[in-house]
């Protein structure tokens, strides 16, 4: 099981960057594929990216594509969002969490407190 611990959002403006950082504690972090996710007010948590085991494989969503980057440290047991060319669309809570390793954009564990990205114009 991963519990993660989400940072690094903030108040930014639009064609900003943000880089969003997720500890997850767990000695088998390595063997979960891991995602970010995000909640804008009013609406449906939704898939951002994910990225395999060893951090080769990655996917995003269409709204992000190109704009953000997501890796992983499995020594450091953390997960990272490198995002830039921020939009206020973007504005979301942010979190991350496992995701089932054949279907990379469903979330399946545990739930952090998220951070908070702010984008304005």
Known sequence: QVQPVESGGGLVQA???LRLS???SGRTFGNFVMGWFRQAPGKERE????????GV???YADSVKGRFTIS???AGNTVYLQMT??????TAVYYCTTVISDN???AFGSWGQGTQVTVFS
């Open 15 to 17: 064609g900003g960057s």
């Open 22 to 24: 997720c500890a997850a």
């Open 47 to 54: 898939f951002v990216a994910a990225i395999s085991r060893s």
């Open 57 to 59: 494989g990655t996917t």
């Open 72 to 74: 992983r440290d499995n």
């Open 85 to 90: 060319n921020l939009k206020p669309d973007d």
């Open 104 to 106: 990379w954009a469903k």
